[in-house]
């Protein structure tokens, strides 16, 4: 039992650390986008992926837990962190620690800038890599639209990567929930593009939110399928 325990402890300590110190972020579950907004000041965003799961091609993989944890600092900037856990392979899938600030906020429009660093968690990872991207929000009382351009420099793996990502996302409050629907393209050197399409929700349960979503694949590149369920809760402290 004691192996076991560590397995899961282990990331849990990781990003309450993170959360409470350096500390998601590449994006706000269940969408691979963002917002140009932050947390509130002292508040702390939890967010516990219980699934992610693809199938691509005839094989499926699938990662959970998933922890994500913002930090808001005041002043429109938020600590921000993601760890993603695989536990047949019993490693880390993926691990980025950062910044998001936003110093154009009020009104119909804000911008902001998200930047990552991404850590070598995984066995074998090497260096540490980058990620930044522009970010803008058009805010309605029934429509908020999120558009996020930016490249990205990774190392890891012992071979640089780089490349871009865009994404665009539309989400339609409602008392309660606000559905959404995403378009995203990501681009690593001259590979093909992995571009995707999706339809979320996030439902508002007072003292904490369920979010879930699925995305289809648009290239040969993309999955064919992805499917993502979270839960979300915001603490004072």
Known sequence: MRGKEALFTTPILCVALLGLYTAPAFAFPPY??????????????????????????????????LWRANLG??????LISEFEYVPKDAEFGDAAAGIKWVPLFGGTVSFGNETLFLLPFRPGDTGIGVESQLLATYWRDDLRVHINAGGFHDPRTGTNKDGWRGSILAEFPHTG?????????????AEAVDARAGAGIIFNLRSFEVRTGAHVGLTKRAPDVSFNFWIAKALPL
């Open 32 to 65: 691979r986008s963002t917002d140009a907004d932050t947390a509130e000041p002292s508040t702390l965003e939890l967010r516990i992926g219980l699934i992610k799961w693809e199938r691509d091609e005839g094989e499926s993989k699938a990662a959970a837990p």
């Open 73 to 78: 600092l005041g002043n429109k900037v938020e």
């Open 177 to 189: 929930y606000r559905p959404g629907l995403e378009l995203f393209a990501k681009q690593v050197e």
